[in-house]
């Protein structure tokens, strides 16, 4: 199973930044088909940040759009999602994902607070 771990994760200001890493084991980079950010806010069920296929463009949730920016470094196997102009309502624990061998696979997620 890969591994993924999180971190970057914190307590900001609404209106502040931050940029989570998503480091994962193995040959996963070369061979996951999507890699992307999953969030899930306190009551609320777990919904899809920002995706990206291997060749593709990445794919952003409406809600943050033009705010984060998913990237990339295939030398350091690794995927970021810089988050900028942060709402409260970005409050959540967000998880990295791949779609690796017919499975999705998860991070154990890292807490993101946004205060107003």
């Known amino acids: 199973q890969a591994q993924l771990v999180e971190s970057g994760g914190g307590l900001v200001q609404a209106g502040g930044s931050l940029r989570l890493s998503c480091v994962a084991s193995g040959s996963i980079f070369s061979q996951a088909n999507v890699m992307g950010w999953y969030r899930r806010a306190p009551g609320k069920q777990r919904e899809v940040v920002a995706t990206?296929?291997?060749?593709?463009?990445?794919y952003y949730t409406d809600a943050v759009k033009g705010r984060f920016t998913f990237s990339r470094d295939n030398a350091k196997n690794t995927v970021y999602l810089q988050m900028n102009s942060l709402k409260p309502e970005d409050t959540a624990v967000y998880y990295c994902a791949a779609f690796w061998a017919g499975l999705w696979n998860w991070g154990q997620g890292t807490q993101v607070s946004v205060s107003s």
């Open positions: 990206n296929t291997k060749n593709g463009t990445p």
